[in-house]
């Protein structure tokens, strides 16, 4: 439980401030499908050296970069948009990875790839979620600026800066290595979960960027917090309830939010007038 706490705040620091990127720039959807993308990477380094930490989150990460920069190409030599061409990706992903898995493993094995282990995670699975979410902040850092611009105005970066093709590759290396990091604890179906659903729950209590990364971050390690106790004390499974709490919290953020569904049916007072 330990072990699982500080993965999920590590997970928090790095892979959520990411999400809410992927949320502002509209590509929620792209990190699901890039979460599955990492699957085959990672089932060819189970099939070679079964579950190797190392073995398995390289060939995640050279999956998920593959993948990404084959949807670019296809995105632009075909006439395929980006969401077309990242989903038949993600499908062929997905299948490919499964039946990997399937030729030398059993259903076990299969579900600890697709599910994760968050209380399984031992000091080196840690060390390389820590290490990620330690590389994640400070790049976040470097590339605030232009990734704030392409994210409200992308035409603008690219009139006035030659950092639009730096921030947008990458931000994608980011997201890669962080639904690797994610996988290890969650699983390639739920790692994107704790990037997304935090960000989405934030973006309803606030407008401003700063505060909407610290709601967000706060958000993922209460839910991770919360989920951790739900599978304790009811005897369910971490990882789905960890996402299960930050859907949770989502949901009363859209109901709560002075944004949200409750408050644009609330009367409004008027102000009195001299």
Known sequence: ????????????????????????????????????AILPGAALGYLAFGLSLGAMTVGGIVAGLVVVLAAGVVTRASVLKEDASIATFYLLSLAAGVM????????????????????????????LIAAIASLTVPALAVLLRPLTLECFDPAFLRGVSRLSPVAHYGFLILVVFNLVAGFH?????MAVGIMILPAAAARIWTR????????????????????????????????PAIVLMCGLAYLVSLLLAPGGLLAGRLPVRKHLES
Do not use: E
Request: aromatic share 4%; hydrophobic share 60%; net charge neutral.
């Open 100 to 127: 990997i898995v399937s030729l030398r493993g059993n259903n076990l094995d299969l579900l600890h790839v697709l599910f994760g282990s968050v209380l399984g995670l031992d000091d080196h699975s840690l060390l």
């Open 185 to 189: 604890a969650l699983g390639t179906l």
């Open 1 to 36: 439980m330990r072990r699982a706490l500080a993965g999920c705040l590590a997970l928090a620091l790095g892979a959520t401030p990411v999400g809410v990127f992927l949320l502002l720039r509209r590509m929620s959807l792209m990190g699901d499908a890039m979460s599955h």
């Open 208 to 239: 401003s960027l700063g505060a909407l990364l610290a709601c967000a971050v706060g958000i993922a390690f209460a839910s991770a917090v919360a989920g951790l106790l739900l599978s304790f004390h009811a005897d369910v499974p971490a990882g």
